[in-house]
Antibody, heavy 121, light 112 residues
Framework: EVQLVQSGAEVKKPGESLKISCKGS????????IAWVRQMPGKGLEWMGL????????RYSPSFQAQVTISVDRSISTAYLQWSSLKASDTAMYYC??????????????WGQGTLVTVSS | EIVMTQSPLSLPVTPGEPASISCRSS???????????LDWYLQKPGQSPQLLIY???DRASGVPDRFSGSGSGTDFTLTISRVEAEDVGVYYC?????????FGQGTKLEIK
């Protein structure tokens, strides 16, 4: 079974760093893009960017380019989303997602369960 | 960046009746390869989003055939032929023709 399992909820203070994870299983991890999507409380979905684990090719939305870093560790089939200095406005649910087809950048048919990040002083 | 505009934002529907959601893009989504890279997702309450339609009109595996997608260029529609209670949630379109990919604002479907 194809699965994406995300790390657990986090509570952080402004200015702290954070790295959340998304572990893929049941498929060839290096052959499918992994996307990250933000959902702020009570709001819609926002596409943040994606990474191709095979060569770490990464694309960011300009809205998130300077705010986060997307990375991958192929040896443990895990993608990451990290912040160097969190802000209260980073409070949100973050989802990772995998496309239906190899090489495709969208049609995300597999989603992680979401990681809730709360940033509060 | 391509802006995706959905309408309506709220959609009350009586069970058994049809429903349609519109998604319009600020630029054409018709790629040079002939495909419109337009997906539809449903996010049920408390759940992760799920893929309904991709390439504007291809139904994802396991999606009931009462869901259909149509459109090309800048105008797209998701149609539910007969709404059921389990269809409640927020529907989003996503364009993937041009990076950065962008979602519509979402349409909340509720049962009357």
């Amino acid at each position: 079974e194809v699965q994406l399992v995300q790390s657990g909820a986090e509570v952080k203070k402004p200015g702290e760093s954070l790295k959340i994870s998304c572990k893929g299983s049941g498929y060839s991890f290096t052959n499918y893009w992994i996307a990250w999507v933000r959902q702020m409380p009570g709001k819609g979905l926002e596409w943040m960017g994606l990474i191709y684990p095979g060569d770490s090719n990464t694309r960011y939305s300009p809205s998130f380019q300077a705010q986060v870093t997307i990375s991958v560790d192929r040896s443990i089939s895990t993608a990451y989303l990290q912040w160097s200095s969190l802000k209260a406005s980073d409070t949100a649910m973050y989802y990772c997602a995998r496309p239906l087809l190899q090489g495709a950048g969208s049609y995300y048919n597999t989603w992680g369960q979401g990681t809730l990040v709360t940033v509060s002083s | 960046e391509i802006v995706m505009t959905q309408s309506p934002l709220s959609l009350p529907v009586t069970p058994g009746e049809p429903a349609s959601i519109s998604c319009r893009s600020s630029q054409s989504l018709l790629h040079s390869d002939g495909y419109n890279y337009l997906d539809w997702y449903l996010q049920k309450p408390g759940q992760s989003p799920q893929l309904l339609i991709y390439l504007a009109s291809d139904r994802a595996s396991g999606v009931p055939d009462r869901f259909s997608g149509s459109g090309s260029g800048t105008d797209f529609t998701l149609t539910i032929s007969r709404v059921e209670a389990e269809d409640v949630g927020v529907y989003y379109c996503l364009q993937a023709t041009q990076s950065p990919y962008t979602f519509g604002q979402g349409t909340k479907l509720e049962i009357k």
